[in-house]
């Protein structure tokens, strides 16, 4: 069992008791029973079982607590549970879904377009592939090999045929393959991801938009993770602007904002550039859309009950930082130098290696060795050396082939090959990007093995 720190468990415990007078709205003060009380301490005292998400040493995976506004916002509109999906059932949250869209659109540079947010990436990458399937029957979606699983898997919910275009070894799709494949025809709708799950790749979007338009393919882009990072793709990029520039010029995108938006799970997002899409989602409803004839959410969405309270955290949390470069571009901006500094420590140590230099905030490396068998051992015990001194990675497996063809003096014996991932999604971790680094290489080079 992995244990979080007892003090902050002991911490958890009080903030809970805290919470306990406040937790109604339509009473003065809230009084729990014995039962429930022990009940909630239980509860935390179980939620010891976790690592430690919110630690400058974690820099595993794409996981850190909310921001402070999102927490409170959320708490504070869960008091009254509102629902997103129909206009008297959250009047207030759903004008602010509206209105966080709209940003999230305008920050893209999209012209117009009709969006709302979702439980989840999934969810929003559904809808986009739902769309594209009725505005081009029995047609193809294709994604990159570094795609996220999940289109391939909504791709056969909905019965369409999906097909994987390669990756490069920067782990962007190979354009080469993608052409080949266009020219094969069949082809109704290209999946770009800006951000791959894995290593944080981009896929060039621009020259993606370019070969669909001769091709009269759909582009969707799946920005889950790297969606915000447009912010840095300013006069003054730390990311490479290009293929962010292209996005006015796509079908679709969707962003998490409860990935890199700083919110609690529950928040996906999703954007068409092509309003008239929502008649895809039309449908009656004899016992919900009463109140008015604006527009509900749930009238141009597949889910039906959505936390209004999840509006209310994106929308205070936009408010309180603002979305553009100064804002929450300055947050992501410091996980980005913190990949930055981490990756040229690698690119300058005798013992380590680059999986492929970092695109956003996500670092791949591994242990300068002879054998892909042997760089497995080596990540496997960099990574327990890591974590007894406090810091969690995560590993990746990757093609042992796709890694050796920019590394001429590994050899291959075997399939796969386990490399260290490390997510530096945290704006803390820039403090301690240069001690992490030393002691990442440390942990790859030979000695660091002898433990
Ligand atoms: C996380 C992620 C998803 C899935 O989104 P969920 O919010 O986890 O459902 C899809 N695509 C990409 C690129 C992702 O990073």
Redesign the pocket.
Known sequence: MTELPPEIVARLTRTARLLEPMAQLWEETTLLTDRQREAVDELTRRLADNYPYGDVRYIGQ?LKPPHPVAWISYAAASLINPNNHALDAGPATSAMEKEVVGDIAEMFGMPQHLGHLTS???IA?LEALYVARELAPDTVVVSSQAA?Y?HGRMSQLLGVTHETIPQDRLGKMDLDALEARLEGGGVGTIVA?L???SLGALDPVDEIVTLARRYEARVHV?A??GGFHTLLATTDPCVDPRPFHALPHVDSIVV?P??HGLQPYGC?SILFSDPTVGRFFAHDSPYTYFTSSELHLGEISIECSRAGAAAAALWATLRALGLDRDGLGEVLSKGRQAAVMIADSVRGSETARLVAEPELDIVCTYAASGSTSEVSRRSESAFKRLQSLGWHVAKLQVNSEWLATADEALIVDSDQTTVLRCCVMKPEHLVVAEEFASTLVDALAPSGSCI
Do not use: E, V
Request: net charge negative.
């Open positions: 794409i989840s990436g999934t990458n996220h999940t991801t951000g791959t799950t799946d889950a993770y998490d409860h990935k996906g």
